[in-house]
């Protein structure tokens, strides 16, 4: 079984910046696609970056604006989300999420247990 364990959450100024990082650990595999969520208080879980196993970045949301950068390293199995000028709508439960290939016909999608991010104004 693998779990992913988040860490970097915290309290920042607004326009401040934060790092969070993902780390996968158990019976690993093949993880492919990497990304981060968030929700925040009443909102729903909206998808912030996600990037394949190769490296590539292919989504990020409207609001992140060129302030967060998505990065992973295969040889750890972590995923980092650099946040820098961030804002109070930012404030929100970050989660990781991993596509983690088990064997054929078996690839469960894993959640961390999520951050807290509070940016205050």
């Known amino acids: 079984q693998v779990q992913l364990g988040e860490s970097g959450g915290g309290l920042v100024q607004s326009g401040g910046s934060l790092t969070l990082s993902c780390a996968a650990s158990?019976?690993?595999?093949?993880?492919?696609?990497m990304a981060w969520y968030r929700q925040a208080p009443g909102k729903q879980l909206e998808l912030v970056a996600r990037i394949i196993r190769e490296g590539k970045v292919d989504y990020y949301a409207n609001f992140v604006e060129g302030r967060f950068t998505i990065s992973r390293d295969n040889a750890k199995n972590t995923v980092t989300l650099h946040m820098n000028r961030l804002k109070p709508e930012d404030t929100a439960v970050y989660y990781c999420?991993?596509?983690?290939?088990?064997?054929?016909?078996?690839?469960?999608?894993?959640w961390g247990q999520g951050t807290q991010v509070t940016v205050s104004s």
């Open positions: 999420n991993a596509d983690h290939f088990e064997r054929p016909g078996n690839r469960p999608t894993i």
């Open positions: 158990g019976r690993i595999n093949i993880i492919y696609d």
